[in-house]
Each structure stands twice: as structure tokens, then as C-alpha cells.
């Protein structure tokens, strides 16, 4: 059983940056794909970024192609979000989540995924 724990959520500004984390309880070696999902109120889930087993594949949603990075650190167990230019439509619930997985690509379907944190509210509004 893996735990993930999410942080770095708030409250910014349009414009503004957030860098989320989320850290395991056990070993997330090169075998575990890993992304970032968000949820806003009123509509579905949906993946946001996605880290292939090995890290050597990323997937972005078009609209935060060019201004979310997605990122992992193998020895701390951490997946991270660094998000910048943030607009309101940004403001959501972020989920990290993590899946044991044989493909080299990436997942990004939930229902790809078998680990889930607790979510970490964000929020952009001026």
C-alpha cells in the first residue's frame, strides 16, 4: 500500500506561481507512473501531467503546455508541480497519484491510476 501526501496548494494571484509536491510512503522506484489530476467544482477529473515510469516521458494538458512542469525525485519518494502564469481557470483541487506500471509511457486516464492522495486546494483569483 502507497500513501501519497500533497502540499504547496494556496491561495495566488493571476499570474502568479505554486510549485506542488506530493511524497510517498514507500519506494516509488522507475516502475511507478505518476501524474497530476485536478478537479474544479461542477466538472470531471482530469490529468494535468503525466511522468513516465522512468521520467524520460512527460504529457501536458494543451492549456498548461508550456507553463506547468512536472518533475520526480527518485531518492525522496517526491513528484512535483512547478505551475506558473496561473490563471482562475487553474483553481481546483490537485491530486497526485502514482500506479504500479510495465508500460514505458505515461497514464493518463484516472482510471489507469491504483494510488491517490488526498488532494491540495488551489486557487487563483485577484
Known amino acids: 500500500q502507497v500513501q501519497l501526501v500533497e502540499s504547496g496548494g494556496g491561495f495566488v494571484q493571476p499570474g502568479g506561481t505554486l510549485r506542488l509536491s506530493c511524497v510517498a510512503s514507500a519506494r516509488i522506484d522507475n516502475k511507478y507512473a505518476m501524474g497530476w489530476f485536478r478537479q474544479a467544482p461542477g466538472k470531471r477529473r482530469e490529468c494535468v501531467a503525466a511522468l513516465s515510469p522512468t521520467g524520460t516521458r512527460t504529457w501536458y494538458r494543451d492549456s498548461v503546455e508550456g507553463r506547468f512542469t512536472i518533475s520526480r525525485d527518485y531518492p525522496t519518494n517526491t513528484l512535483y508541480l512547478q505551475m506558473n502564469s496561473l490563471n482562475p481557470d487553474d483553481t481546483a483541487v490537485y491530486y497526485c497519484?502514482?500506479?504500479?506500471?510495465?508500460?514505458?509511457?505515461?497514464?493518463?486516464?484516472?482510471?489507469?491510476?491504483?494510488?491517490w492522495g488526498q488532494g491540495t486546494q488551489v486557487t487563483v483569483s485577484s
Open positions: 497519484a502514482a500506479t504500479p506500471y510495465t508500460e514505458k509511457n505515461y497514464a493518463t486516464a484516472d482510471w489507469e491510476y491504483e494510488y
